[in-house]
Each structure stands twice: as C-alpha cells, then as structure tokens.
C-alpha cells in the first residue's frame, strides 16, 4: 500500500535528519529539531513544531490532535497530547500527530485531525499516521535485531518503551510474529 510504504520513508527520513541513535526514540526531541517547509502563495517558510501537553479535560478526553494554526505565524504546526494518558501513549500520540504534520496531513484549510482513538477504520490519513509513529518509534532495523535477542514481548516493548500492544502489532507487520 503506498500510503504505508510512503509513511515509512518519511519516518525514516525524519530520524535520519534529527535522531540520535539512542532509545527510546523522543519524539519530542524530534519534533524540535525538525523543519517544516511550508509554501503558500508562492512563497516558502520554514517553521518548527509546536509538541504541548494538555489535559484530559482540555482535550475532552481525546488522545490528541494535530493542525494548522494560521495565526501563530511563528509555529502554525501544532502536536498536542493529553499528559493523562500513560507514557507508552502520550509517546504513541506524539508520534502519530508529528506524523500528520510531516505527511502534509495539516495544512491550511485542513481540519484539525483529532485521535480519540487510533483505530484508523479505512481513514487513510490515519492509517499512514499511525504507520508513521511505529517506524519512527520502532524502526524497523533495530526492531529486526533486538528480537532476535530480546524474546519476551513486554521486555522488547519496554526497550522501546512502547506499549506490549503496539510492539506485538509492529512485530505482526513486520511478519517477525
């Protein structure tokens, strides 16, 4: 599915340009350090990524969202999680709502793309967003290897510091289960 494969290339891109190598991978820290190029009017404009915290009730109870702010001009693109969720989550919800800006997803006139929940249900936005946040937090290199090693799911997830759940769906896609 190109979707997928085209989620992927950019995750990898992504961690290629602003990763350190060590695990876990921070979406946070990647976020900053990542540029989006914006072109509007037939004019381009580089702007970071605003990743912010925000609480349950704040976000109605849902995981996340992602969009375009046209009148913060300085950071349009903004992440934001709900710090009430466990850790493995809010890292999950980071990366996903990274992965709609740096896909495009996000753009002026777009909607917001809000996650209650991560079950994509044939949206493909969602489906390469979520692809997106399991190469960038699980990179397929290193998830190859470190199961060869690391056989028990709960302590391969925990080196990831993701949740048993989304490691068994990685290794499922990756046909390594």
Request: with cysteine.
């Amino acid at each position: 599915m190109h979707v997928k494969s085209n989620a992927i290339e950019q995750a990898r891109i992504t961690l290629e340009g602003a990763w350190d190598g060590r695990l876990p991978v921070c979406p946070e820290r990647i976020s900053v350090q990542t540029t989006i190029v914006l072109h509007r009017n037939g004019q381009e404009s580089e702007h970071r990524v605003l990743m912010k915290g925000w609480s349950d009730e704040d976000l109605n109870g849902d995981s996340g969202f992602a969009e375009f702010r046209d009148q913060d001009a300085g950071q349009p693109f903004w992440c934001v999680y709900n710090i009430h969720e466990r850790p493995d989550r809010q890292r999950f919800t980071q990366a996903h709502e990274f992965g709609h800006v740096v896909l495009g997803h996000v753009i002026d006139g777009n909607k917001p793309k809000r996650d209650s929940n991560f079950n994509a249900k044939g949206d493909l936005d969602e489906i390469a967003a979520n692809t997106f946040a399991a190469e960038l937090l699980m990179p397929e290199d290193l998830v190859r290897d470190f199961s060869k090693r690391i056989t028990d799911l709960n302590a391969l997830a925990m080196k990831f510091r993701v949740s048993p759940s989304a490691m068994k769906t990685r290794l499922k896609a990756l046909r390594i289960i």
